[in-house]
């Protein structure tokens, strides 16, 4: 289980972004001109593993990662602490840790305001994190850009539609207005690709998928108007595609705001967020990593609104329609 962006923020935040043992500046990522023995670690006080230093198989495996467990270390030290456990006890190390957060709050006057924003603003990241299934996004992504057939199984619907009503709901502390409009922009793309995916949804494979209906399959012998639905069908799963593409855009203009705002090293070991499509005639599949263009990001909401996305979409990096309508046949 991964450290959350909240626990990151509270370690690091309270630590003043300092070694708890020798208060030497840490950074948060490896870079090839800082000296690498001062990269911070999140070292645990009693071991992620049950037989690491100070290992106690008792403790359930999601307070081993949680603030309390966590100490802020520099390369070096977290060395010499994990190869003398003898020395470096648990007691020790959570009197070491409470010892630096005092200094840091009497030395260096630590903004609390800020401190319990930047917290709230990670919780928020996490939870979206969470029920956005961004883990894996190029996976679910897939299954709605999947051929001619949108899909999606059902428990991630309801947690899309759930993570609407929170992002909606929030209070927000107001301190980074483009993080949370980067939010409020994701909001509104996720209602319209959502609604738009519902209109034409059903259940299927007992209740757990949600598929696109082929409602161009008619019961009588009408080639017109099989031909007029198979286009409006066709207009149906490029716009869900075209707003699933859209939506890409809008989680990675968070991740970007987040890395500007919150934490520099921000998922940049997973990457931007890509999706798939496919299979294509030659069964192959085509993976794109899809964004704003930097004229996009000038605006505060870049998404436009569903009506003029209709035709707006046209000129994003990739679309799959465009026009306000289905061509009349
Ligand atoms: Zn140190």
């Not at 020395?87 to 010892?99: F, G, N, V």
């Not at 959502?194 to 209740?207: I, K, L, M, V």
């Amino acid at each position: 289980m991964a450290i959350s962006l909240k626990t990151q923020k509270m370690l690091w935040g309270r630590a003043a972004g300092r070694c708890s043992k020798c208060r030497k500046d840490l950074y948060e990522d490896e870079t090839e001109t800082d000296d690498p023995t001062l990269v911070g670690e999140n070292c645990h006080i009693v071991a992620e593993s049950d037989d690491g230093p100070r290992a106690n198989p008792e403790m359930p495996p999601e307070r081993r990662n949680s603030y309390g467990n966590l100490i802020l270390l520099c390369r070096n030290d977290h060395r010499i602490i994990d190869t003398q456990p003898g020395e470096y006890t648990i007691e020790r190390l959570h009197q070491m840790k409470a010892d630096h957060e005092a200094w840091v709050r009497q030395n260096l006057g630590l903004d609390e305001a800020k401190q319990h924003d930047d917290e709230q603003y990670s919780a928020i990241v996490d939870e979206w994190e969470k029920l956005a299934h961004l883990a894996s996004w190029t996976a679910w992504s897939s299954h709605v850009l999947g051929g001619d057939h949108p899909a999606m199984w059902k428990g991630l619907d309801e947690d899309l539609y759930a993570l609407r009503d929170r992002l909606l709901t929030r209070v927000w502390p107001g301190r980074y207005p483009d993080l949370e409009n980067a939010f409020r922009n994701f909001r509104f793309v996720l209602q319209d690709f959502q609604e738009t995916f519902r209109e034409q949804a059903e259940s299927r494979g007992g209740d757990e998928t949600l598929m696109t209906r082929r409602f161009y399959k008619i019961d009588e012998w009408n080639p017109e108007r099989y031909r007029r639905l198979l286009q409006q069908y066709e207009y149906h799963v490029a716009l869900v595609s075209d707003l699933m593409l859209e939506l890409t855009r809008a989680a990675n203009l968070i991740c970007d705001r987040v890395r500007q705002n919150l934490k520099r090293s921000y998922r940049l070991h997973e990457g931007r967020l890509a999706v798939e499509s496919g299979p294509y005639e030659d069964l192959s599949f085509k993976k794109w990593v899809v964004q704003y263009s930097q004229e996009e990001r000038q605006k505060a909401i870049p998404y436009p609104g569903l009506e003029s996305f209709l035709t707006e979409r046209a000129k994003r990096d990739r679309s799959f329609g465009d026009g306000p309508v289905a061509d009349a046949l």
